[in-house]
């Protein structure tokens, strides 16, 4: 059924969704995402004409922020009107496939463009000073997977590993983070299995111009590490044990708690990014098997968060 027919304008309701991709729009830097792609992208010499890349790119975002699989997103093409416009099709034009939407997102992964979108992102957002590089907060969060066997292969992922928080246990991947201490934006991104204790991957967050960096109670010990950067001074917190041991009566104590809130408050930065995804964006479970898969869409999940946490300083430098 075409748009005409239901005989209403669908276009002139400003609800959320159309106005977050106006805000999109405007802040993604389409033209230079679209220069990075288009030299891995088919030329389309035989067969069907291949879509313009940034049709697949803008697909390939609305995809990360409204937690669409491939089959969705297709469906989500043909019925919605705001979704087919943000995408630059018509309602007499061909709509991309499931098919075709996973073969772009697989021209990412192979390629590696994950990381380079988020590379490209924050050089930009350097540019106009909204990314420093004096100092990192690292942090990490569990994604969870599927811990189901009733899958064609009969197991769970093979690479995604139970983890212990608190009393409780999780089965997926972690996402690992290295946030600029200033603006709170992700430069670094790793994914691995959710066994892996956090300090491990703490020296591999920084971009190596740090003067100081910042972590929770898991990242102890984050210094003296074989890989640790020399110039770096490391400020962990300490443990919730002995902070609550302390004594506020005690001068010297009382001034080891306000050091310790003061820390707090520089690696809260480090949460608003995770929330973004998590919250704003819905991801809160693995969408694909193994690691090479779902860290590419971290990277892109990431990029997107960045842009996403500045938006409104970007829209009033172009205004």
């Known amino acids: 059924m075409k748009q005409a027919d239901l005989g209403l304008n669908l276009t002139t309701k400003r609800t959320r969704k159309r106005?977050?991709?106006?805000?999109?729009e405007r802040v993604v830097p389409w033209a230079a995402l679209v220069a990075l792609i288009t030299p891995y992208a088919p030329e389309g010499r035989r067969g069907r004409p291949?879509?313009?890349?940034e049709t697949m790119l803008?697909?390939?975002?609305?995809?990360q922020w409204f937690t669409l699989s491939d089959p969705a997103m297709e469906e989500a093409l043909h019925d919605m009107p705001l979704f087919r416009e943000f995408a630059g099709l018509n309602w007499d034009t061909a709509v991309p496939d499931e098919t075709t939407i996973l073969r772009f997102r697989?021209?990412?992964?192979?390629?590696k463009l994950a990381p380079q979108i988020l590379a490209l992102v924050n050089e930009l957002l350097g540019a106009k000073g909204l990314l420093l590089r004096a100092g990192t907060v690292v942090d990490a969060t569990l994604i969870a997977a599927p811990s189901s066997t009733k899958n064609a292969s009969g197991e769970r992922d093979p690479e995604m590993?139970?983890?212990k928080k608190g009393n409780q246990w999780y089965f997926g991947m972690k996402a690992h983070i290295g946030v600029d201490a200033d603006s709170g934006l992700v430069h670094t991104v790793r994914g691995t299995t959710g066994s892996v204790n956090d300090?491990?991957?703490?020296?591999?967050?920084l971009h190596g111009e740090e003067i100081e960096a910042w972590g929770d109670a898991g990242y102890q010990g984050a210094a003296k590490r074989p890989d640790a950067q020399d110039g770096v001074r490391w400020n962990i917190a300490m443990h919730p044990g002995k902070?609550?041991?302390?004594?506020?009566?005690?001068v010297i104590d009382a001034l080891i708690n306000k050091v310790e809130k003061l820390k707090a408050g520089i690696r809260a930065k480090v949460e608003h990014p995770f929330r973004v995804i998590k919250r704003q964006f819905g991801h809160v479970k693995v969408r694909y098997r193994g690691l090479k898969k779902n860290t590419a869409q971290l990277h892109t999940l990431f990029a997107l968060s960045n842009l996403w946490m500045v938006r409104h300083k970007l829209m009033v430098v172009q205004a």
């Open 19 to 24: 106005e977050f991709l106006g805000e999109m």
């Open 50 to 53: 291949p879509f313009a890349v």
């Open 199 to 205: 300090v491990v991957e703490a020296n591999s967050l």
């Open 243 to 250: 902070r609550r041991a302390l004594d506020k009566d005690n």
């Open 161 to 163: 590993k139970q983890s």
């Open 106 to 111: 697989r021209l990412l992964e192979d390629n």
């Open 58 to 63: 803008r697909v390939h975002f609305m995809q």
